[in-house]
């Protein structure tokens, strides 16, 4: 298995530009989950789908985040427009099951965002 | 709320030596925790996990945990360590429906 997929790696961008992060899930897991990884505040999860569904966005920073799941195996995170303090490392994961059954989470290699 | 601690931001061992990395959780139920490592420009890999039963969990790399109920932690050890373990190592606890709070991170530094 290709394992979770993201795209770009890398990124540099200029404030008040457009941002799309993309992310594959492992085929057959229907949960996904994106993380913000940063000096100050660690890692946090942003928002998690199951079945494509958000459940639970409640980390999403403000209103110039957006996510989608469109299908099972895309999902995106939008920055509209972004700013320096979004630079970090963007994490997309997915993970097998519900609720409660802490089933393991399969981490992507990540986005290094640059936001200039 | 639920949280994680991990006191050490940074540990250098010798190689060969061995390693235990503190984690102390704060949750009411039973909790989900999880060991995972990341190498510099890299994901996160899973060690290991506990979910119940055996309180000595072994996972991948030669990694093993203990849970203590008692002292609220999940430590995680290696009797013998590599150059190649040199990474940061987070500790996790699950809080229901797939939310896992993550520690601060501990950096593991090896010397040779």
């Known amino acids: 298995d290709a394992g979770v997929i993201q795209s770009p790696r890398h990124e540099v961008t200029e404030m008040g530009q457009e941002v799309t992060l993309r992310c594959k899930p492992i085929s057959g897991h229907n949960s996904l989950f994106w993380y913000r990884q940063t000096m100050m505040r660690g890692l946090e999860l942003l928002i998690y789908f199951n079945n494509n569904v958000p459940i639970d966005d409640s980390g999403m920073p403000e209103d110039r985040f957006s996510a989608k799941m469109p299908n099972a195996s895309f999902s995106t995170l939008k920055i509209q427009p972004s700013e320096p303090r979004d630079s970090a490392v963007y994490f997309c994961?997915?993970?097998?099951?519900?609720?409660?059954?802490?089933?393991?989470?399969?981490f992507g290699p990540g986005t290094r965002l640059l936001v200039l | 709320a639920q949280s994680v601690t991990q006191p050490d931001i940074h540990i250098t061992v010798s190689e060969g030596a061995s390693l235990e990395l503190r984690c102390n959780y704060s949750y009411g139920a039973t909790p989900y925790l999880f060991w995972y490592v990341q190498s510099p420009g890299q994901g996160l890999q899973l060690l290991l996990k506990y979910f119940s039963g055996d309180t000595l969990v072994q996972g991948i790399k030669g990694f093993e945990a203990e849970f203590k109920r008692s002292q609220s932690s999940f430590n995680l050890r290696k009797p013998s360590v590599h150059w190649s373990d040199a990474a940061e190592y987070f500790c996790a606890v699950n809080t229901g429906f797939q939310k896992l709070v993550f520690g601060t991170g501990t950096r593991l530094l090896v010397s040779p």
């Open positions: 994961a997915s993970s097998s099951g519900l609720a409660g059954g802490g089933e393991t989470q399969y």
